[in-house]
């Protein structure tokens, strides 16, 4: 047996050694810091934190006035489906993955119930249009007894914002919010949100947040071949609150991103301006 | 020599001492250099880490900024006339297609217009674009797509003469700056602004070729904690950085480089990194260099792994090498203690043999003489006793034999007085009678001359007659001897010495009893033996007197014991010749209690 006057020094000796090798072991290895966590912030309706936008439903329609039936055009499909795929490949850069469209193109070119002239005006791109369209797809394609309606077009996923996109046979370039209010008048919304009454139209559309309308000849055109898409998307913007860039009278644009001065430019070479994405909560 | 290797079994003071200062001396300076070595080596690999990631951020900075600034440098217009008048539109198009073609990264580049006068009957609004050239348009732009910019930060800012260089926007084609600047005449007056749009291809170009030792990697973020460039695409996210300490640090315009800058954390990526970075002023930006903790202290984990290794090795190694060498030194010292103990206990005949071929195996060999020194002088001290004793018998047979033959009357009446002095005298010869008979049993026993003649016979008988001789004597003292005389099997002895061990015991029971008391003999059968017990109730025997009880000459000198006469023989004869009949003999005793005197005999064999 040893010798008890050893163990001590046994003792010492071996905690020097395990202390050394524990030394040895942990001084080689990192110090961790666990970085802070960003609180997750979801995108939003521009200045509204409460809509979120993460996941857009876009419903696409080719709407063609019913005089018009004749100028329906041949690959009005193939028109459609390559700017929204750069639209959504645009958008999700632009929101740095914190914002998705998911777009789908209704079936077939839908004849609208009345001529042209019934949907048409000259001024404010068109909004009339806009309404008068939409408030038809809403009756025919997104009520169950209508005649266009298809369910798995139709219903939106549970938590997505919906927008309804017009691609027209006729003259239009405009976008919007739809927002649900208990206000009677255009008169009085405008002075609620501190808009021009211009800009302020009622209409019976439920089932989406957002709608726009764009000529066809935007997508189709050659003089429109490099910013056509730009205009594309500066319409669909409009559908989650981004108001335009530039002064509607002179044309003066206030930015050089795609909702001012750069609307003007080809798709692949435009951006949103980081003013407009900290509005949209895409950037800190 | 004969080794045994337990290697295992450390037993005995010397082979810890060897153990403990082998292993201490031999894994103790090992561990404490390897410490020392590990700890330089890891100081250092910091200093080389933080030199090499300053390095690779400095040289890319340098790059990154050069990349932009040389294209601003080209936009850095000036004129040689004095008059406040832009550039005239063809020379316009000459400079921004040349611009264009030399500059692959400019995306676009336009002239704007900052007069307000009229020119040449025309006037065109101040900010309003003037020629333009781009990857869109590379014949150059019609007028219809030339837009005003006179809202915009880059024209306001280069038209009061200042370059302007905008945050980084990202674009499919890759991300993009705008920059802008004056175009100034021979007075430093502002007559056009030249803007353009900078794809930032390059500046990715420059990060992605960057190399960190194995997996290390580069990145830069933009204002916002955007990654515009990765040198490893794979890594590429898009979420911000600017809520990552280090990141958030770099883009508030802290420079995190050097030793004290270098910091060690978990990357956005989820692994351990040493990270560096520093912040682009001009731009903005930050740029940082994170290189996995795993690749980067790959080194040092390979020395540590080795120094650990071989001090491993090295304390086994010293294990087993300082028990051998223990072994080696302390099983000699271990032999000679064996054969020490042998000679103390008067065994000559057996040599210690050590053959180590060095100073222990004189020393064994010195204690091989020694002990044939003790053995003559035993011998010798023998052969005296023997002769002494036998000398001394005859006259003091002779001195009894003539002193009883006064007391008898046969050389005349012998008077009272005269005949007490004789008697005292018979006394005294009777002991020296004992005495001389003792030391030659003991000689005769030394000697091997004491004659054992072993036959089976009934112990009852031989107790009986002892008991009945003693008797009177114990009558003398009233004690009383009671004798269990059960049936037990016979033992092989011999008569004779078997008479003379009782005599001895019962006879010792009977002297160390003071006054009255009582002698118990009993028997018992143990395995093969037959255990006698013979139990007095006299004085005892201290636990140090029984450790010597059986050794020639030895006698308990207590107060108690004073008056007790004996040779200090009779139990060592005792004990011989028990155990030359192949017995055993012990003793139970404890002081003023009695003693208990016990001896075995081999039960015979029927």
């Keep these: ?284 | 020599m004969i080794y045994n290797f337990d290697f295992f079994k450390l037993s005995g003071r010397l082979r810890n001492k060897i153990f403990f200062m082998t292993v201490f001396v031999s894994v103790g300076p090992l561990i404490i250099l390897g410490f020392l070595a590990f700890y330089s080596l890891n100081l250092f690999h910091r200093f080389d880490i933080a030199g090499i990631e300053d390095n690779l951020i400095n040289q890319k900075t340098e790059e990154v900024s050069g990349f932009i600034n040389n294209i601003i440098g080209v936009f850095e217009l000036r004129v040689d006339y004095e008059l406040s008048s832009p550039i005239a539109s063809s020379s316009q198009n000459f400079i921004l297609n040349e611009l264009l073609k030399s500059n692959p990264a400019l995306e676009e580049a336009a002239f704007v217009n900052t007069i307000s006068e009229e020119i040449n009957g025309e006037r065109i609004a101040v900010g309003k674009e003037t020629a333009k050239y781009s990857k869109t348009y590379p014949n150059g732009a019609s007028d219809d797509v030339f837009i005003n910019k006179s809202k915009l930060e880059s024209f306001q800012q280069a038209a009061t003469g200042k370059i302007y260089s905008g945050p980084v926007y990202y674009t499919l084609k890759g991300p993009m700056i705008s920059i802008a600047s004056p175009v100034l005449n021979a007075n430093n007056a502002v007559i056009n602004v030249l803007t353009g749009e900078i794809n930032l291809s390059g500046v990715q170009k420059i990060i992605q070729n960057s190399r960190l030792g194995n997996s290390g990697y580069l990145y830069l973020l933009d204002y916002d904690g955007f990654l515009i460039a990765h040198s490893q695409a794979s890594k590429a996210i898009k979420t911000s950085f600017k809520s990552q300490f280090f990141a958030s640090d770099l883009l508030k315009g802290e420079k995190k480089l050097g030793i004290g800058g270098q910091a060690r954390y978990q990357s956005v990526w989820g692994e351990p990194v040493v990270g560096a970075g520093d912040y682009i002023s001009k731009f903005g930006w930050a740029i940082i260099a994170e290189w996995p903790a795993n690749d980067a202290d790959l080194i040092v984990s390979t020395v540590r792994n080795q120094i650990i290794l071989f001090s491993l090795i090295v304390f086994i190694a010293a294990v087993f090498a300082s028990v051998f060498l223990a072994d080696r030194i302390v099983k000699p010292i271990k032999i000679l203690e064996s054969g020490t103990k042998r000679v103390s206990q008067g065994k000559f005949d057996q040599l210690v043999e050590i053959k180590t071929g060095d100073e222990i195996e004189d020393l064994g060999e010195a204690f091989n003489k020694m002990t044939a020194g003790l053995k003559r002088l035993e011998e010798l001290k023998e052969e005296f006793v023997f002769i002494a004793a036998h000398e001394l018998r005859t006259p003091v047979s002779a001195i009894k034999g003539y002193l009883s033959m006064v007391l008898d009357g046969t050389v005349g009446p012998v008077s009272q007085g005269a005949r007490k002095f004789i008697e005292e005298v018979l006394v005294a010869n009777q002991r020296l009678i004992q005495l001389v008979n003792d030391l030659l049993q003991v000689a005769r026993s030394d000697a091997g001359r004491l004659t054992i003649d072993v036959v089976s016979l009934d112990i009852r008988e031989q107790v009986k007659t002892v008991v009945s001789e003693l008797t009177p004597l114990s009558n003398e003292k009233n004690i009383k001897i009671i004798y269990q005389s059960a049936d037990v099997p016979g033992v092989m002895a011999d008569s004779v010495r078997l008479k003379e061990v009782l005599v001895n015991l019962i006879g010792n029971a009977i002297k160390y009893t003071i006054g009255s008391g009582e002698i118990a003999i009993s028997h018992e059968v143990k395995a093969q033996n037959l255990i006698t017990h013979i139990k007095d109730s006299g004085i005892g025997i201290s636990t140090e007197a029984q450790k010597k009880l059986f050794e020639k000459f030895y006698r308990v000198q207590t107060e108690k014991t004073r008056d007790i006469t004996g040779t200090g023989l009779g139990l060592f004869i005792v004990k011989q010749i028990i155990e030359k009949m192949n017995g055993k003999i012990w003793v139970e005793s404890e002081e003023g209690k009695g003693s208990t005197f016990s001896f075995s005999l081999p039960i015979a064999i029927s």
Excluded: C
């Design chain 1, 1 to 284: 047996m040893a010798n008890n006057k050893f163990v001590k020094p046994l003792f010492i000796f071996a905690v020097l050694v395990v202390a050394a090798g524990v030394y040895f072991w942990f001084s080689g290895r990192s110090v961790d810091i666990v970085n802070r966590q960003s609180v997750y912030k979801p995108t939003h309706l521009y200045g509204n934190n409460d809509v979120s936008i993460e996941k857009i439903k876009l419903m696409v329609f080719y709407a063609v006035p019913g005089d018009r039936s004749g100028l329906i055009y041949g690959k009005w499909r193939e028109i459609m489906k390559k700017p929204l795929e750069k639209i959504s490949d645009f958008h999700k850069l632009q929101f740095h993955g914190g914002s998705e469209i998911d777009y789908e193109i209704y079936p077939k070119p839908v004849i609208l119930e009345n001529s042209g002239s019934f949907y048409d005006s000259n001024n404010n791109g068109n909004a009339k249009a806009l309404k008068l369209v939409a408030e038809e797809l809403e009756k025919r394609a997104f009520k169950k007894n209508g005649d266009l309606y298809l369910e798995n077009f139709a219903v939106s996923p549970r938590g997505d914002y919906p927008v309804l996109g017009i691609i027209y046979e006729g003259f239009g370039a405009i976008g919007g919010v739809i927002e649900e209010s208990g206000l009677e008048s255009e008169q009085e919304f405008a002075k609620l949100k501190n808009l021009p009454e211009s800009v302020i139209f009622k209409t019976s559309v439920e089932s989406a947040n957002g709608f726009f309308l764009l000529s066809r000849g935007y997508l189709s055109e050659p003089e429109f071949e490099f910013y056509g898409q730009s205009f594309l998307y500066h319409e669909f913007a409009h559908t989650f609150g981004v108001q335009d860039y530039y002064d509607h009278e002179t044309g003066l644009a206030f930015s050089d991103d795609i909702m001012g001065a750069g609307r003007w430019r080809s798709l692949e070479s435009n951006f949103i301006s980081s003013d407009i994405l900290k509005e949209l909560g895409a950037m800190n």
